[in-house]
């Protein structure tokens, strides 16, 4: 057998006539930029993810940056603020932090489940923190009542990186907050929504930052040729919205599909070399972890299986950010060293995740 970390051929044939169609009308309308199928998708974004509000944008770093650029625009946060934020992050969240000019205090993530880990969060804190920014990373839940206590009482903004949790408020309802923050999510092809371009959101129940992230990705502008804010140009597209809100109806099937595979994985596999994720989320990626990675990498790949390192050199490593270079964070290089993803997605068959399963318990150091 053969199979890839992630066909996305597959992935756009499961709906494949409707998204031609989609594209098509989109294609014959002319109208391909601000018009009725993006404003559309952002009203069915909203609802579904039970938010008042959609700002989208022209992809998920852009959302990010957005997302706190607005709060700077209504001056919640300013230069040099600090923003809690998980160690073993996709560079995107680090980079959507600098960009704004605010700095990153890196937070490390529970062993167990890969999120942040909310008992080390009060001592980050400091006089100059502002935000918290939490990352549903690989699709689990990292949200907790401490966290939104933390933040209530210290009056502290709570931010989502969702990129990688496309529909986890349906799995793991939202506790009623009362806490001002934000959303932002990517529709890279890849993740759970995903589509056929660079795309992105942001969600909040906040309508002035709405407002404010929704003039910020259009010049700085609401009203045609008067601008407001120094802005930017990151639009989502018709075509894209028109695929997207095509996706959207088969996420929470989708999403049931990943988890279904996830417990499959998780009773089946049996080799005391590996250390399995935990059973609930939206399982955008699979992560066992296993202390010779390397070796379980290539005994998989010349079994004609795929996997991928999420991610290979955490944020504090990376050659762009030589003011973190001094921090050691040893749960978050763990997890860098040993990481391995396994396919996991809404086109694979059980006869795959059965093979990957009868493969790794066949491996031995
Ligand atoms: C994919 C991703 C992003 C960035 O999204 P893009 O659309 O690729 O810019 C941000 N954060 C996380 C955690 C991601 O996985």
Redesign the pocket.
């Known amino acids: 057998m053969d199979i890839e970390y992630l066909s996305l051929k597959r992935v756009t044939a499961m709906h494949g006539d409707e998204i031609h169609r989609a594209v098509t009308e989109v294609v014959d309308s002319g109208r391909y930029l601000q018009g009725e199928r993006v404003a559309a998708f952002e009203r069915e974004f909203a609802a579904y993810t039970g938010r008042k509000y959609c700002v989208t944008t022209g ?6 940056t957005v997302m706190i650029r607005a709060y700077k625009e209504q001056g919640l946060l300013a230069d040099g603020d600090e923003v809690i934020v998980p160690a073993n ?5 680090i980079l ?1 932090i600098t960009a704004n000019r605010l700095t990153p205090v890196l937070v490390e993530p529970r062993i167990t489940d890969f999120q942040i880990d909310d008992e080390l969060i009060e001592q980050a804190v400091t006089p100059r923190t502002k935000a918290v920014m939490i ?3 690989y699709g689990y839940d990292a949200l907790t009542d401490k966290i939104i206590s933390i933040c209530r009482e210290r009056d502290l903004l709570l931010l989502e ?1 969702c ?2 949790a496309h529909g986890l408020t349906r799995v793991a309802p939202r506790r009623s907050m009362n806490v001002p923050g934000a959303q ?1 999510y ?3 092809p ?2 759970n929504l995903g589509a056929l371009a ?3 959101a942001i969600t909040t129940d906040d309508e002035r930052l709405a407002d404010a992230a929704r003039a910020i990705a259009n010049y700085g502008s609401s009203e045609k040729y008067v601008f407001r804010y120094r802005g930017r140009n990151t639009r989502m597209d018709e075509l894209s919205a028109a695929v997207l809100s095509v996706k959207l109806k088969y996420l929470d099937a989708e999403n049931r599909r990943r988890q279904q595979l996830a417990e499959q994985y998780i009773k089946g596999i049996n080799n005391p070399e590996i250390t399995l994720p935990p059973p609930s989320g939206v399982h ?1 990626i699979f992560p066992v972890l296993c202390p010779d990675r390397d070796e379980l990498g290539s005994y998989l790949a010349a079994h004609g299986i795929q996997t991928l390192i ?1 991610y290979p050199i955490p944020p504090h490593k990376q050659a762009c950010y030589p003011e973190l270079h001094h921090l050691r964070l040893p749960v978050t290089e763990r997890i860098h060293r040993e990481e391995l993803s396994l396919p996991l997605n809404q086109a694979m068959t059980d006869e795959e995740v059965n093979y990957i399963i009868t493969t790794l318990n066949g491996y031995k150091r």
């Open positions: 992809n998920g770093l852009d959302a990010l992050t996709f560079i995107a969240t959507s990352v549903h990373l990186d990129a990688q932002a990517s529709f890279y890849g993740k660079d795309a992105g955008h999420h």
